[in-house]
């Protein structure tokens, strides 16, 4: 059987409850125009992809898929998902 709780607060949740609500957040690295120069191409681009794969190899694998993309998913109370709308990041400007 599967419990649901509310992630923010604890709140015991009903998998058919009405009052349950699924909060999806995806973030990624925002990717800007794409330009290469005639020096670009004319780097050793062999070098720098197995320097990159070596750095990749150590690397903690959540610390790199922070770096580019995290998708997370929470359920909420009724009060929290009212929360959240009214002040989605959290911060100390609230939102029109």
Known sequence: MIRYE???C???LGA???GRFIVKLEVYAAAGP???T???LKRDHE???HEVLKQLADANPDEVEDQTYR???FDLCRDCHRRLLQNPLGSARPTT
């Open 6 to 8: 509310c992630d923010r």
């Open 10 to 12: 604890g709140q015991e």
């Open 16 to 18: 058919n409850d009405a």
């Open 34 to 36: 794409v330009e290469f």
């Open 38 to 40: 005639a020096a670009d």
């Open 47 to 49: 070098t720098e992809m």
């Open 71 to 73: 998708c997370l998913r």
